[in-house]
């Protein structure tokens, strides 16, 4: 099974950067869209970007302009590099991919990683 790790949240301030990573392990998959999600306590996990194994990306409204979403393949990674952060954008982030295994597609999740930005 494909197993998606998290990791770079934390406390930060409002108007400052974070980088979030997300590592896939096991072996004989490939992982075609990957993505963020967050979700706020009291909310529904939401959508924050996603990327196609090709590079094309889209983005929640909410943080255009301020995240930037990218993968390497190679090492079945990605990223979302956090910039100009606000107090709204505090969340745990959920790292998401759709893998092609023995299995047949199937959708994997990270654990989550906290990030937390204070006004």
């Known amino acids: 099974q494909v197993q998606l790790v998290e990791s770079g949240g934390g406390l930060v301030q409002a108007g400052g950067s974070l980088r979030l990573s997300c590592a896939a392990s096991?072996?004989?998959?490939?992982?075609?869209?990957m993505g963020w999600y967050r979700q706020a306590p009291g909310k529904q996990r939401e959508l924050v970007a996603i990327?196609?194994?090709?590079?094309?990306?889209n983005y929640a409204n909410s943080v255009k302009g301020r995240f930037t979403i990218s993968r390497d393949n190679a090492k079945n990674t990605v990223y979302l590099e956090m910039n100009s952060l606000k107090p709204e954008d505090t969340a745990v982030y959920y790292c998401?991919?759709?893998?092609?295994?023995?299995?047949?597609?199937?959708?994997?999740w990270g654990q989550g990683t906290q990030v937390t930005v204070s006004s």
């Open positions: 998401n991919g759709n893998v092609l295994s023995a299995y047949g597609w199937t959708t994997s």
């Open positions: 096991g072996s004989g998959f490939t992982i075609n869209t």
């Open positions: 990327v196609s194994r090709g590079g094309e990306t």
